[in-house]
């Protein structure tokens, strides 16, 4: 099933062991570099200026002076080492700057050298360094190995997010004219098409149309799956991957399903055909709320009364820890719902409520566990209560399916480990890394497996599910293993002939 | 001699109150433009209040990350708070009632520093993760707090200082009045490194301590549905864009 590897990929034992440093082990491991079309379209100088060094320097003090949480991680790591044996990249690889406090030094020891006391006049001492091509080509490398999964900061004293730094510095290296090619070819593409895939609206279209004739066929119900809809009450705002890539498909025929069952009236905007947003993984403000703005925009213009998120894990952090900062006020929207909602809570809301019934027969050839999407777990929250991001989903699993089994508690909820391809890293030139980094979640996918049988993995982020699509064959699993939650939902819904 | 450590105090205090003052100020004043509390994360200013208090006395996400470094950290932190608090005989006259309760167990919180410390020390040498990533610095600020502590002990149990006019010396301090301090090596050291460590404190790793609570993904409360939070530069970003945007708008 696997095609032959490259390298070696990390063999599953019974338990994860923390391996031990391994210098430079990853250090030939870095993305493509954008092109200069792919660079101006979103900003920034299309190559490396030749006063790169001096313009990263004020763009380090710029940022320290915009972001306080950048300010305060850069000067109140105590190197105590809690965090280094926390990232699923150093877990799978060795390689020490894959440690988050490592990745973070090689940004704090430029801050060091160039604006603090201590390292302007005992550099040594302190750590600091002047920032060189060396230094800079190690940003390039190492903050492309950090799927800004935020796991770091859960375990640090201080919080200390890890993320945050990889952003600030991919921010910097974009200003100086060093960015990556899979992440800024595809914010240009949202820009200018409106999604991550650059599917134009014909295209969109036909593919929905194809969805109906599809669900009638299996199902006998004519589910429908609205573009463009002025009117409708809820605008869904979803990874475009729904639209062609399986699994996801399976789990937008759920949502559809979900919204014809409950007799909602929805609709997908050709204008905000996407929900991922990659500017979070750049960490440019800018970026970041112009894409987020189109939502504001389709929902305007729809006249829609509520905006719901389908399963995408980063564009779920966007969406409900940002969204209202970027693009708010919403006050022209429901106010009797939150915006936005994320697809799992209007399920649960619906299956609370008793306004759609579910038959978990239906899954009862499956043996099913879930993996917490990292921007979910940590960055976000789904209900009323803190932890309902963990909670909502297993209720609907369980309701969905009558074998439910969770992996090992080390590794879900806050806990969870990225599936390796998160943070604007899923991308064939990072292949090794994405298969590496997938060990710890593999790991404890063999454990539960072991133990009862698993036959599939459930998640709600679109990045993961392409992810281990890609790396479940590598540890000897299934790449059709990996399903959408609503997939589960769908599958279990109790659908009225007469609707 | 006496004088001249009164100067270097005072001095170094200076240093530490205006440098560590001015730090704090400019985390309070560097906007946090979004919404990054770790979840899950408190829904109220309370629960926030709450969250900190737990990373403050107990070390919560450090006790989740290890064991060992936990154990050693908070041993060291807890012994040196107590250890603050009994110093506080030499500086009340008459001696508050409860540091005279605390006073006599102020050697077993040193020895709690120095166990503290030591298995910090010795982290940074065994595991290779930690030795990776220390600066000579980070072993330099372990033995030099074990150093503190170890004078402080010493005088305690082997080379007594002169109690009654360290009093008065401290007393001196609060008073702004020179009092005579007579040569012991031992407190002369133990003086001088407090003083060192005052002044290094803004410009070092050791601002973790008002890190802590400017922390965005520890301070702040999960609530940004209910409540739009917005920076100022963000802010101005909006109404000059307003144009731009509302040229994607097809609307
Ligand atoms: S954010 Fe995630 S990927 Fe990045 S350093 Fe931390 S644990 Fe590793
Ligand atoms: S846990 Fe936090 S303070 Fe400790 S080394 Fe990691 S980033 Fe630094």
């Not at chain 1, 240009?188 to 895939?197: A, P, S």
């Not at chain 1, 399903?257 to 996407?274: D, M």
């Not at chain 2, 440098?19 to 994360?41: D, N």
Request: overall charge neutral; hydrophobic content about 45%; charged content about 20%.
């Amino acid at each position: 099933m696997a095609k032959p590897p490259k390298f070696d990929v990390p063999e599953l034992g019974d338990y994860t062991v923390t391996p031990p440093v391994m210098p430079d082990a990853m250090s030939h491991s870095q993305p493509f570099v954008a092109k200069a079309t792919h660079q101006e379209a979103i900003g920034f100088p299309g190559e490396l200026i030749d006063n790169w060094q001096e313009v990263a320097i004020e763009k380090l003090g710029e940022l320290t002076g915009k972001y306080r949480g950048l300010q305060v991680y850069l000067d109140s790591c105590v190197k105590c080492g809690a965090c280094t044996d926390k990232c699923h990249y150093f877990l799978g690889t060795g390689d020490p700057k894959n440690m988050p406090v490592a990745r973070q030094d090689l940004l704090r020891k430029v801050y060091r050298r160039y604006y603090t006391v201590a390292g302007k006049y005992f550099p040594k001492l302190v750590g600091a360094e002047d920032l060189t091509k060396d230094v800079l080509d190690d940003w390039y490398k190492y903050y492309h190995q950090c799927s800004q999964c935020r796991r770091c900061s859960v375990y640090c004293p201080y919080g200390i997010d890890t993320a945050e730094v990889s952003m600030a510095a991919r921010e910097i290296m974009d200003s100086v004219g060093l960015g990556q090619k899979y992440c800024n070819e595809i914010i240009g593409k949202v820009h200018k098409i409106g999604n991550n895939l650059g599917l134009p609206e014909a295209a969109l279209a036909d593919t929905l149309e194809g969805l109906e004739e599809d669900v009638l066929e299996d199902d006998g119900v004519p589910v429908k799956f609205p573009l463009d809809v002025k009117g409708a009450d809820v605008l869904l705002v979803t990874p475009s991957a729904d639209f062609f890539a399986e699994p996801h498909i399976d789990g937008l025929i759920g949502y559809a399903k979900v919204f014809h069952q409950a007799g909602l009236s929805w609709t997908v905007s050709s204008h905000a055909s996407e929900a991922a947003n990659f500017g979070l993984f750049i960490g440019n403000y800018d970026n970041m709320r112009k894409v987020a703005l189109r939502i504001r925009e389709a929902a305007l213009e729809l006249g829609v009364k509520r905006i719901v998120f389908g399963e995408c894990g980063h564009a779920w952090r966007v969406g409900y820890s940002f969204l209202n900062t970027l693009a708010g006020p919403f006050d022209f929207l429901d106010s009797n719902y939150p915006v936005p909602q994320h697809i799992v809570e209007v399920t649960h809301d619906l299956i609370q409520q008793g306004r759609i019934k579910l038959d978990a027969e239906a899954n009862d050839d499956k043996r099913v566990t879930f993996h917490d999407s990292c921007n979910v777990a940590r960055a976000s929250r789904m209900g009323s209560k803190a932890g309902g991001q963990f909670v909502l989903p297993r209720e609907i699993i369980k309701a969905s399916c009558n074998h439910f089994y969770e992996m090992p508690a080390n590794t879900v909820e806050e806990a969870t480990f990225c599936c390796g391809g998160g943070g604007g890293l899923l991308t064939d030139d990072l292949v090794e890394l994405r298969v590496k980094g997938a060990m710890p979640r593999m790991q404890a996918l063999k454990e539960v497996h072991d133990q009862h049988n698993i036959t599939h993995m459930a998640a709600i982020c679109a990045i993961c599910k392409s992810q281990f699509s890609k790396v479940l064959p590598y540890y000897g699993f299934e790449m059709d293993q990996i399903i959408s939650v609503h997939q589960l939902v769908g599958d279990a819904l109790i659908m009225d002939t007469e609707h | 001699m006496g004088t001249v450590i009164s100067v270097v105090l005072y001095l170094t205090l200076g240093v530490f109150v205006v440098g560590t003052l001015r730090r704090m100020m400019r985390y309070a004043s560097t906007p946090a433009p979004l919404k990054i509390p770790t979840t899950p994360a408190p829904t109220t200013r309370t629960g926030v209040v709450f969250r900190l208090g737990r990373e403050v006395v107990f070390f919560e996400s450090l006790f989740k990350a290890s064991k060992w470094t936990w154990l050693f950290g908070w041993l060291f932190h807890a012994g040196l708070f107590f250890v603050l608090l009994a110093h506080l005989r030499y500086f009340t006259e008459p001696v508050w009632w409860w540091v005279a309760i605390l006073a006599p167990f102020s050697p077993y919180f040193g020895f709690m520093m120095l166990i503290g410390l030591a298995g910090l020390l010795a982290r940074r040498f065994l595991v290779d993760r930690v030795r990776y990533i220390s600066a000579p610095s980070d072993y330099l600020m372990l033995v030099f707090l074990m150093a503190i502590a170890g004078s402080g002990l010493l005088m305690r149990f082997e080379l007594h200082a002169d109690i009654v006019q360290v009093k008065q010396f401290a007393l001196g301090l609060l008073a702004f009045e020179f009092a005579g301090l007579s040569f012991n090596p031992v407190l002369i050291l133990h003086l001088l490194l407090v003083a060192v460590l005052m002044f290094i404190f803004p410009f070092s790793k050791l601002l973790h301590a008002p890190g802590l609570f400017f922390s965005p993904s520890r301070n702040q409360v999960d609530n940004p549905r209910e409540r739009r939070h917005i920076a100022r530069w963000a802010k101005s970003l909006e109404s000059h864009s307003s144009g731009k945007s509302s040229g994607n708008s097809r609307g």
